[in-house]
């Protein structure tokens, strides 16, 4: 996944995983994947959403319009900014797994969200981090390399699983639950991240080119089959978004609970 070109991107105040644009601050991204939101202070205390738009929104990595819509997030710009010193918001495939850690785990910081998927993605170097443009940095540290490559699988497979996840729910009802639907899919890349590494090590060990076909090819062996047999059983996919409906519900509830002061 490189820099996307007319994502749409907002402030998710409803938290509902979707920019409802009459009600939030909302943007498009440039050629150069960057967004600006005017919020005001108590608005960067809500996360950040980008809808990758079917046939719209143009990855820069391949220079097309990409040809499934995808949903990718980031932390509040409060926390960013507290916890990373940093005043700009990238939001990518790596930054939306961060996010799920957040939603799942409400009493988690930033940085402890961010050292869970760093944990999983076999990421050791204490000054990598996930709140970044590994793009920019690729041609100067191989970790962010590897990173962009990591990225591009997860992109590809959350794009192919949320569209088996539309086509076996429909398109109104895939709207009512997408913000449960993301959250099954990101929360499956995250448990296959280890076997992704893997997968793009080898290929780069072997001195192979992870190009379009390989990372199709690591996001289906590794993620995308196992959102497969979830869709074939329309059953079991409800359950399944049922689960993580009550289990987001639940994490809401106690992130509003939590007192201010220990």
């Known amino acids: ?60 990595d391949t220079g097309k319009p990409v040809d499934k819509g995808y949903v990718l997030e980031a932390p509040a710009p409060e926390d960013v900014k507290e916890e990373m010193g940093k005043n700009e918001v990238p939001v990518t495939p790596l930054t939306t797994l961060v996010k799920q850690q957040i939603d799942l785990n409400p009493g988690l910081t930033l940085k402890d969200a961010e050292a869970k998927v760093k ?28 990173l962009h490559r990591v990225a591009q699988v997860v992109a590809e497979a959350v ?3 949320l569209a088996q996840v539309k086509q076996t729910l429909g398109e109104d009802n895939y709207i009512s ?23 793009i090590v080898k290929e780069v060990s072997s001195g192979n080119d992870v190009n379009a076909t390989t990372i199709a090819q690591i996001a289906n062996s590794t993620v ?39």
């Open 1 to 60: 996944d490189g820099y996307l070109q007319n994502a749409r991107v907002c402030v998710d105040l409803n938290r509902n995983k979707k920019c409802d644009c009459d009600s939030e601050p909302c943007a498009y991204t440039d050629e150069n994947g960057k967004y600006t939101l005017q919020i005001t202070e108590d608005q960067k205390k809500y996360p950040i959403v980008a809808e990758v738009i079917n046939g719209t929104t143009i990855d820069k």
């Open 119 to 146: 944990a999983k993605l076999g990421l050791t170097e204490e000054n990598a981090t996930l709140i970044d443009d590994y793009v920019a940095k690729e041609n100067q540290d191989t970790t962010y390399k590897v």
């Open 177 to 199: 639950k997408v913000a449960y639907a993301v959250s099954v899919v990101v929360n499956t890349v995250v448990e296959k991240l280890d076997q992704v590494v893997a997968e």
């Open 159 to 161: 794009g192919e699983a």
């Open 224 to 262: 995308v089959q196992d959102i497969s047999n979830m869709t074939s059983n329309s059953t079991a996919l409800t359950e399944k978004l049922g689960e993580f409906q009550e289990k987001l519900e639940q994490a809401s509830s106690a992130e509003e609970k939590s007192p201010v002061d220990a």
